[in-house]
């Protein structure tokens, strides 16, 4: 597993980041961690992440607040759908761990605040998906060996 988090809003995904690396802890999952410049990079990093073929699941943790320009709606939109398009590409499971806040109070909430902690959460649905897609290989290789049996044992 890998987290990838943005050291833009270092205050939120500091916090963020921790709870995925603890979540993954809990579980026992080994996690090699990275960072990037802001949100923006996310997507170019966990492709390249993805490449190797090394990570069942990629968490990338970034935070984005709104401001007065419309700089915000550009890079989220940017931001959301090259992870959409990554997750759909790659067999490793690749959560969406960026808050998109109107606040830094929203942001601080759901970074250990009363919301809860996204990262941690974005790392439990990783693992989920993850045990997901172990399931569907398991059942792929027992219908293999079952119809390879089914076949062996016909007769003429």
């Known amino acids: 597993m890998a987290v990838v988090a943005a050291r833009w809003n270092a205050e939120i995904t500091d916090r963020l980041a921790a709870g995925?690396?603890?979540?993954?802890?809990?579980?026992?999952?080994?996690?090699?961690?990275?960072?990037?410049?802001?949100?923006?990079?996310?997507?170019?990093?966990?492709?390249?992440?993805a490449d190797t073929g090394d990570y069942d699941a990629i968490v990338p943790i970034g935070c984005?607040?709104?401001?007065d320009t419309p700089h915000f709606e550009y890079i989220a939109g940017a931001v959301s759908r090259g992870l959409m398009d990554l997750s759909l590409t790659y067999p490793a499971a690749i959560p969406f761990g960026v808050?998109?806040?109107n606040t830094a109070a929203?942001?601080?909430?759901?970074?250990g605040g009363r919301m809860?902690?996204?990262g941690a959460e974005?790392?439990?649905?990783?693992l989920?998906?993850?045990?997901?897609?172990r399931a569907i290989a398991s059942s792929r290789r027992r219908s293999s060996r079952s119809a390879r049996t089914a076949s062996s044992?016909?007769?003429s």
């Open 20 to 49: 995925a690396l603890a979540t993954a802890r809990d579980a026992g999952a080994a996690v090699d961690s990275f960072t990037v410049a802001g949100s923006f990079e996310l997507p170019a990093a966990v492709a390249a992440l």
């Open 64 to 67: 984005l607040i709104k401001g």
């Open 99 to 101: 808050l998109t806040c």
């Open 106 to 111: 929203q942001a601080r909430a759901r970074a």
């Open 116 to 118: 809860g902690n996204k």
């Open 122 to 126: 974005s790392m439990e649905a990783a």
């Open 128 to 133: 989920e998906m993850v045990a997901l897609q």
């Open 153 to 155: 044992t016909r007769t």
